[in-house]
């Protein structure tokens, strides 16, 4: 399933992604972004993956291809923020967390059996 929600204003026309980018609904991103591009009438386009949970090879290359005529990406989620780095060339697909941070998860391994 894919869900695609449109928002513009005079500067810029804003696509917000939401589902699997794969199979079918490929096809019909690039349905929604040809038509917004139509439209857009030389504003900014730009594409949201605030709710991505897969994509597949054929929305990389969209994706790809989208970036190439100008459509700024952003992605929300590691997996995501890591495929739009590998697209757009920047490093904001790292996700590791800081040293010391409150979202770092510290587990100590512990010998089940002492002898």
Not at 14 to 33: H, I, K, N, S, T
Not at 105 to 115: F, G, I, S, V, Y
């Amino acid at each position: 399933m894919l869900k695609v929600s449109v928002t513009e204003d005079s500067a810029a026309v804003a696509m917000e992604v939401e589902g699997r980018v794969a199979g079918p609904w490929v096809d019909e991103l690039q349905q929604c972004w040809q038509r917004e591009q139509a439209r857009a009438a030389g504003r900014a386009i730009s594409v949201h993956l605030s709710a991505v949970t897969f994509i597949d090879d054929a929305g990389k290359q969209l994706l790809s291809r989208m970036f190439q005529h100008g459509v700024k990406l952003q992605g929300k989620g590691c997996m995501v923020r890591a495929i739009v780095a590998a697209i757009t060339g920047r490093a904001e697909g790292e996700c590791s967390a800081a040293p010391d941070s409150p979202n770092e998860r510290r587990e100590t391994a512990k010998p089940l059996h002492e002898k």
